[in-house]
């Protein structure tokens, strides 16, 4: 079945670039149902959606978060990443990869099991 | 402050019925499907609902969604300890270009 997993430092100093890998398994990245996403939780907050990518490169980002952020994909790896620029605080955060569909149904069904990052000197 | 409005917590006794409601607007909710995810603390969230009423494989039926206009509610009948989760709703908004997300409500059972 599908599994995300993401990777990455889980510490970051503030005003560096913040990097996370989701390495996918049981399904080819390439698939055109699907946007790989990424969505973050503060801790003791809720859910924010940073942005989507599609394996052809199609981009959907937060507008809020868009000046900071870029999403790639490597499909012969199988893997997609997102780079937060110039970090703070208030980046501090569970990090989560997911899949959602394509289309009006933009649920997202399948999420890897999140990572703590913690933006401090 | 989030796009979608829940309130920030509900509670009930086992085997009775609670629902959670998420308030939006029509550039969210009104035109856009609706999903409902489930999050115990420390875990990642869980799809509960897709398409406003729809549960995937494995969701019992005591799980059940409805939209109405720029709301959405989420309806959980006998309910159990394992239930105490918190609960986000989620839809996409037209006029941001994004998807947003409720601010989440505990439940306690």
């Known amino acids: 079945q599908l599994q995300l997993q993401e990777s990455g430092p889980g510490l970051v100093k503030p005003s560096e670039t913040l990097s996370l890998t989701c390495s996918v398994s049981g399904d080819s990245i390439r698939n055109n149902n699907y946007y790989w996403g990424w969505i973050r939780q503060p801790p003791g907050n809720g859910l924010e959606w940073i942005g989507d990518?599609?394996?052809?490169?199609?981009?959907n980002y937060n507008p809020s978060l868009k000046s900071r952020v870029t999403l790639s994909i490597d499909t012969s790896k199988n893997q997609f990443s997102l780079k937060l620029r110039s970090v703070t605080a208030a980046d501090t955060a569970v990090y989560y990869c997911?899949?959602?569909?394509?289309?009006?149904?933009?649920?997202?069904?399948?999420w890897g099991q999140g990572t703590l990052v913690t933006v401090s000197s | 402050q989030s796009v979608l409005t829940q309130p920030p917590s509900v509670s009930a006794a086992p085997g009775q019925k609670v629902i959670i409601s998420c308030s939006g607007s029509?550039?969210?909710?009104?035109?856009?499907?609706v999903s409902w995810y489930q999050q115990v603390p420390g875990t990642a969230p869980k799809l509960l609902i897709y398409?406003?009423?729809k549960r995937p494989s494995g969701i019992p039926d005591r799980f059940s969604g409805s939209k109405s206009d720029t709301s959405a509610t989420l309806g959980i009948t006998g309910l159990q300890s394992g239930d105490e989760a918190d609960y986000y709703c989620?839809?996409?908004?037209?006029?941001?270009?994004?998807?947003?997300f409720g601010g989440g409500t505990k439940l306690t059972v």
């Open positions: 398409d406003n009423n």
């Open positions: 029509g550039s969210n909710i009104g035109n856009n499907y």
């Open positions: 990518i599609f394996f052809a490169g199609n981009t």
């Open positions: 997911a899949r959602r569909m394509v289309g009006a149904s933009k649920f997202f069904q399948h």
């Open positions: 989620g839809t996409w908004d037209s006029s941001l270009g994004a998807c947003v």
